[in-house]
T-cell receptor, first 116, second 114 residues
Framework: NAGVTQTPKFQVLKTGQSMTLQCAQDMNHNSMYWYRQDPGMGLRLIYYSASEGTTDKGEVPNGYNVSRLNKREFSLRLESAAPSQTSVYFC???????????????FGPGTRLTVL | AQSVTQLDSQVPVFEEAPVELRCNYSSSVSVYLFWYVQYPNQGLQLLLKYLSGSTLVKGINGFEAEFNKSQTSFHLRKPSVHISDTAEYFCAVIIVGSARQLTFGSGTQLTVLP
């Protein structure tokens, strides 16, 4: 039981390049989330998926797209990376449908992304 | 709107001393409150949460928090800290019945000194 896994762990991009961050959970959870963590700002929600087949914008969605590929997997795509997207990205999941964050969220280990 | 303020960005404390990490939220309506902990180079994990009932909530690793509605606070306490408690601690809030998601505070880095 691996919980929430994220790949890659580290990534360096040049401005304008694209990439996809992968996330998978093996807990049969219904809701999944993508956050970014910046120093002194806590975690900010980028996108979330309240159930398989649905996605919604969070607090800071600009410059990102997501895909809920199936119940297990939720990917985050940067189409044209910018230095402002340098951050640590966390994927999380929770059991309930609806994804409002009341039930416990389980986090992956994070992806550290640097955009030059 | 919901927001949460963690008043201290860094809290150094000696091993076996007590600690309090402060959290205040801004909302005039009912809220749910959470504390998450992030150990170095790891994701966050839930320490404890307040949904309803007793205002004193006990969590994992000996931590507890008290919900104070009049002061809109949810401070985290531990009577005696260990080196292994060194981590960043995040308070989070969500308004009851709101369609909005969880809002996290900016975090407090707790460093336990030998």
């Amino acid at each position: 039981n691996a919980g929430v896994t994220q790949t890659p762990k580290f990534q360096v991009l040049k401005t304008g390049q694209s990439m996809t961050l992968q996330c998978a959970q093996d807990m049969n959870h219904n809701s999944m989330y993508w956050y970014r963590q910046d120093p002194g700002m806590g975690l900010r929600l980028i996108y979330y998926s309240a159930s398989e087949g649905t996605t919604d914008k969070g607090e800071v969605p600009n410059g990102y797209n997501v895909s809920r590929l199936n119940k297990r997997e939720f990917s985050l795509r940067l189409e044209s990376a910018a230095p402002s997207q340098t951050s640590v990205y966390f994927c999380a999941s929770s059991e309930s449908v609806g994804g409002r964050g009341i039930d416990t969220q389980y986090f992956g280990p994070g992806t550290r992304l640097t955009v030059l | 709107a919901q927001s949460v303020t963690q008043l201290d960005s860094q809290v150094p404390v000696f091993e076996e001393a007590p600690v309090e990490l402060r959290c205040n939220y801004s909302s005039s309506v009912s809220v749910y409150l959470f504390w998450y902990v992030q150990y170095p180079n790891q994701g966050l994990q839930l320490l404890l949460k307040y949904l309803s009932g007793s205002t004193l909530v006990k969590g994992i690793n000996g931590f507890e928090a008290e919900f104070n509605k009049s002061q809109t606070s949810f401070h985290l306490r531990k009577p005696s800290v260990h080196i292994s408690d060194t981590a960043e601690y995040f308070c989070a809030v969500i308004i009851v019945g709101s369609a909005r998601q969880l809002t996290f505070g900016s975090g407090t880095q707790l460093t336990v000194l030998p």
